[in-house]
């Protein structure tokens, strides 16, 4: 798992969850059994940073990644419980195609 990305010292985070998310019911993404909780423990374990948004992996270089929606809602982690209560989380929009 990636560390949170930190751009203009905030901690991007994706505003809502993209319609492909993992944390949405159905398997979107087509995950293969127990992916989904293996990259939940990688995450909350280590640097207990997050997991990255997929959509946000390509982004260019001025844009960066962003914290998975679904991830920062159901999985508090310590770096991003600090994160919140500093206010250097920015809420960013999915990247338009």
Known sequence: MRKPVYRDGKVHVMREMCETCVFRPGNRMRLKGGRL?????DS????????????TLH???DAGEAICRGFFDRYA?????????L???KEVDEPHE
């Open 87 to 89: 206010g250097f989380i």
């Open 44 to 55: 909350r374990k280590g640097d207990g940073g997050g997991i990255t948004c997929h959509k």
């Open 37 to 41: 909780r293996q990259m939940v423990e």
């Open 59 to 61: 982004w260019a270089s």
């Open 77 to 85: 982690t310590s770096p991003m419980q600090i994160a919140d209560r």
